[in-house]
């Protein structure tokens, strides 16, 4: 069955700054690990998002659709550099959709204001997604994932 999953994991190869590879787990609303072809694992965090902690409200909401856009199908990123945590930053798109607008779009996620450019289509998304009270916006008072992670949870 592994043998199975790594043959299906295969992969084309992208240029340095582009990384392709299929998504085999999808660990927070904003987090994912893919296997590239040389079948090394690349943990991605989506670029200029933040999802609600699992442990938070709309924590497992918005993983399970960020795993419903993506997981086990190829996701190709554009490398955005390193997270604090030395994770890889980056815009995916999985089957032709931008994970990262889509997050937003659908209300699971916030646009990071301490990455994201003051001139972002995500600001657009996100506030669209509240006028509609998608996601997580159907809470009264949504606690931003940075909010509470500084109040220890």
Same mark, same amino acid.
């Given at each position: 069955m592994a043998a199975c999953a790594l043959v299906f994991a295969y992969v084309r190869s992208a240029s340095a700054d582009e990384l392709v590879g299929r998504v085999v787990k999808v660990a927070e609303g904003d987090t994912l690990t893919i296997l590239d072809a040389d079948k090394?694992?690349?943990?991605?965090r989506l670029a200029d998002v933040d999802a609600p902690e699992t442990a938070q409200r709309f924590g497992t909401g918005s993983r399970q659709s960020l795993a419903a856009l993506c997981a086990g199908k190829t996701a190709e990123v554009q490398d955005r550099g390193l997270d604090e945590e030395g994770r890889k930053l980056g815009w995916v798109m999985c089957a032709g959709i931008n994970a990262n607008g889509e997050q937003v779009r659908r209300g699971m996620a916030w646009v990071n204001p301490y990455t994201a450019s003051p001139t972002s289509a995500l600001y657009a998304?996100? &506030?669209?997604? @509240?006028?509609?009270?998608? &996601?997580?916006? @159907?809470?009264?008072r949504p606690v931003a994932p940075w909010v509470w992670r500084a109040r220890g949870r």
């Open positions: 090394q694992q690349h943990v991605i998304l996100e &506030g669209n997604a @509240r006028l509609a009270r998608r &996601g997580l916006w @159907r809470d009264r």
